[in-house]
Each structure stands twice: as C-alpha cells, then as structure tokens.
Nanobody, 119 residues
Framework: QVQLVESGGGSVQAGGSLSLSCAVS????????MAWFRQAPGAEREGVAS????????NYATSVKGRFTLSTDYTKTTMYLQMNNLKPEDTAMYYC?????????????WGRGTQVTVS
C-alpha cells in the first residue's frame, strides 16, 4: 500500500519562509516522480515543482522559480520543499503527489494536503 505523508506548512508573514516535506512509502517502481501541487480556494490546482527519480531532475512553476527549492532524498523517497520570500498569493493547500511511471504520466498517489497561509 502506497502512502504519502506530508508535514510542514503553517502561517507566515509575507517575505517569510516555510518548509514542507513528503515521505512516500510502498512505492518501489523504477521511474518514480514526485511533485507538489497547490490549490487556493476557488482556483484550479497548480503544479509547483516536480522531481524525477530516474532523470534526477527538478522542475518548477514559473511563479515559484527562484523562491522555492525542491530537494529529494532518493534513498528515502522523500522530498522537501523550501519556500522562501513567500507571498500572499502562495496561500493554498499544498498536496504531495507521486507516481511510478514517470513525470507527466499522471498522478496515481496523493497526500492529504497541508495548509500554507501567507499574510
């Protein structure tokens, strides 16, 4: 059984920093991709950053590039999102997603989400 456990998040003033982590268990495919998504009230879900285990690459949404840093512990199937210089528009529920068939093939597994609020 695949499980995604998210931690981190919270409330911070604009310009501040927060960090998120997501640990995946039970996923042993060779082409794992993990990602963070976010969804603000009334808005569509938005991809924030993704990490390809096979390619060892990381991609970011334009809106967070230069402010957010995604790092991955491939041995622990855990990724970390460091969010700096946060803006009110970063306020959203952040979700971790994972899939064993690579990035861009869809997302099979999802975490429950963690709230990030920037005032």
């Amino acid at each position: 059984q695949v499980q995604l456990v998210e931690s981190g998040g919270g409330s911070v003033q604009a310009g501040g920093s927060l960090s998120l982590s997501c640990a995946v268990s039970g996923l042993t495919d060779s082409n794992i991709c993990m990602a963070w998504f976010r969804q603000a009230p009334g808005a569509e879900r938005e991809g924030v950053a993704s990490s390809s285990f096979r390619l060892r690459t990381t991609n970011y949404a334009t809106s967070v590039k230069g402010r957010f840093t995604l790092s991955t512990d491939y041995t622990k199937t855990t990724m970390y999102l460091q969010m700096n210089n946060l803006k009110p528009e970063d306020t959203a529920m952040y979700y971790c997603a994972a899939d064993g068939t690579g990035c861009g093939a869809g997302w099979t597994y999802w975490g429950r989400g963690t709230q990030v609020t920037v005032s």
